[in-house]
C-alpha cells in the first residue's frame, strides 16, 4: 500500500537551506500572478541556480524564501512545481526531522488521486 505525506503547511521547507530551482513557464505563470513583466520578476526574484544553468528564487536574508510571508506562501497558487512535488516524489536524507508531514497509508487510487492534487501533475509517470 502506498503512504501519502500529508503536508501540515508548517513551512520547514520554506525556510531551510537550498534553492528552489524555477522553469521558464514557471517564470512566465509567476510573473503573470504578480502582474509584473517578465523581466522585472527575473531581475527582483530570482537568481542564477548552484549549477549555473538556470534560474533559481531569491532567499531573505535568514535562508527563507523571498515568498515566504509569515506562515503564507504568497505565490501559493502558482508555486514551482519543486515546491508541490516536495515531500512525495522527492525527498534528501533525513528530510523526516524537518518535514511535519503526517504519513497516510492508502489504496493505489487514493494515493493516485492525492498526489494528483497535492502537485497539480497530471500523469505520474
Ligand atoms: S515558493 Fe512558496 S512554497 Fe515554494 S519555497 Fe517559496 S514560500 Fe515555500
Ligand atoms: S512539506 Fe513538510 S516541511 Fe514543508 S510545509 Fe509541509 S509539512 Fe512542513
Given at each position: ?17 537550498g534553492q528552489v530551482a524555477i522553469s521558464e513557464?514557471e517564470i ?14 527575473i531581475?527582483?526574484?530570482t537568481r542564477i541556480n548552484a549549477a549555473r544553468n538556470g534560474l533559481a528564487l ?22 514551482p512545481?519543486q ?43
Open positions: 500500500m502506498p503512504v501519502f505525506l500529508e503536508c501540515r503547511r508548517c513551512t520547514a521547507c520554506c525556510r531551510w537551506p513557464s512566465s505563470r509567476i510573473a503573470e500572478f504578480l502582474n509584473l513583466s517578465e523581466h522585472a520578476f531581475q527582483e526574484f531569491t532567499e531573505k536574508s535568514d535562508g527563507s524564501c523571498m515568498f515566504l510571508d509569515g506562515n503564507e506562501c504568497h505565490i501559493q497558487a502558482v508555486k512545481q515546491c508541490r512535488d516536495f515531500p512525495n516524489l522527492w525527498q534528501f536524507p533525513g528530510f523526516e526531522k524537518l518535514c511535519q508531514a503526517i504519513p497516510r497509508i492508502l489504496s493505489e487510487t487514493e494515493y493516485r488521486d492525492k498526489i494528483r492534487t497535492a502537485t497539480g501533475r497530471k500523469s505520474l509517470t
